[in-house]
Structure formats: C-alpha cells, structure tokens
C-alpha cells in the first residue's frame, strides 16, 4: 500500500480555489460557497478547512481538526501493514544420491516451513556424471511431492536448467475447522455425559 503523503494536502490558506464544496464537522453537507467564507466557518469552530478531494470540480474540503486527521491516517497506515503476511522462499538443496537419513533430515524441514507458510523451493543440483542421469533427480523430487502432498501444492513443476533441477511447492490453504452446531441431539449427548 502507498503511503500517504501529508505535504500533498492544502489546508486553510493553502486553498487558492475561488469555490468550494464543504463539508462540515459533523459530516453534514454545508453546500457550494466562497473560499474564504468557509475559512471563516472554520475559523469560528476552532478547525482547519482541509481539502479532501482536490480532483472534482469544485474541489470538496471538509472542516476539521487536521492533527487528528494526520492521525487516523497514519493509523490506517499503520494498521495495514501490521496485517499483512510476508510469505518467504526457503530453498532446499539435494543432489540426486542423497542417502535415506539426510533425506528424511531435508524433508523434516520442508514439512515445518510448509507448516509455517512459506514457500519451499527445491533445487537439486547434478554434479559429473551424475547430470546424464537427470531421470533420477526427477525420482527425488517426486517422492519429495508425494510426501508432502497434504501439506503442500506444486506450485512450479520440476524443471531442469543446466546442472541443476528445480521444483516450487507451496503451502496448502489453512482448511477451515467445522465448528459443531449446536442441536437438540449434541445437547442431549453432553448431559448424558455429564450424568
């Protein structure tokens, strides 16, 4: 999200339109008016007359306290970004004769970055003679796929470029917990329990 420039806004005498539309401090439309006699509106009420569409015709300022209006909108901000989810790529690195225990090592932390929500991407890397036999790379990566496929999407299939091989998963949407609803049967159930 673009963060909102103050400076850009034109309070009071900053506002060198001839007409305004206004609005007043309890959102109530005033109408179309003089510049300066909407400053003198917001000079009576102990406010600022802050422009809050400069682009229509006549520009429409609103009649405010603008330290609080630069507030709320660096909160907006700042609220925003508190929600978003950076997503990562980890990368996981194999070659195509890596024994049973390692594997299992590699995979254990596949599961817990999936888990996590990042991304995984797995690069398999070919190293001598070992790249004339890329269809045993492709066996790796697929029982990585099967082993993580309730946890995992491929988001990139395996693909081969030069000496190395690579392969994008993703984590599964979160599945939505059923929460069981309240009936006449479950009631009963739990005060039988309970008895």
């Known amino acids: 999200m673009k963060a909102i420039k103050f400076n ?21 439309h005033v109408g179309t008016m003089p510049t300066e006699e909407a400053l003198k509106m ?8 802050v422009e809050v569409s ?5 520009p ?11 507030y709320q909108l660096s909160k ?11 997503i990562h790529v980890k990368e996981v690195k194999m070659r195509p004769g890596t024994e049973e225990h390692d594997y299992q090592f590699k995979l254990k932390n596949i599961k817990k970055f999936l888990t996590s929500g990042d ?3 797995l690069t398999l890397i070919f190293k001598g003679r070992e790249a004339t036999h890329k269809h045993l790379g492709l066996k790796v990566l697929e029982r990585v796929r099967d082993d993580t496929t309730e946890l995992s999407v491929v988001e990139q299939p395996p693909k081969a470029e030069g000496r190395r091989m690579t392969m994008m998963l993703s984590p599964k949407p979160a599945n939505k ?6 009936t006449k049967e479950n009631l009963s159930n739990a ?5």
């Open 8 to 28: 850009k806004t034109r309070i009071n005498e900053r506002i060198r339109v001839p007409e305004i539309r206004v609005i007043d401090g309890d959102g109530n």
């Open 42 to 49: 917001s000079r009576e009420e102990g406010l600022d007359l």
């Open 54 to 58: 400069p682009d229509t015709s006549p």
């Open 60 to 70: 429409v300022c609103k009649i405010m306290d603008y330290g609080k209006y630069k």
């Open 76 to 86: 907006k901000v700042h609220d925003a970004k508190k929600h978003q989810r950076v």
């Open 119 to 121: 991304k995984v991407k």
């Open 177 to 182: 917990k059923e929460t069981p609803t309240k």
């Open 191 to 195: 005060e039988d329990k309970n008895l």
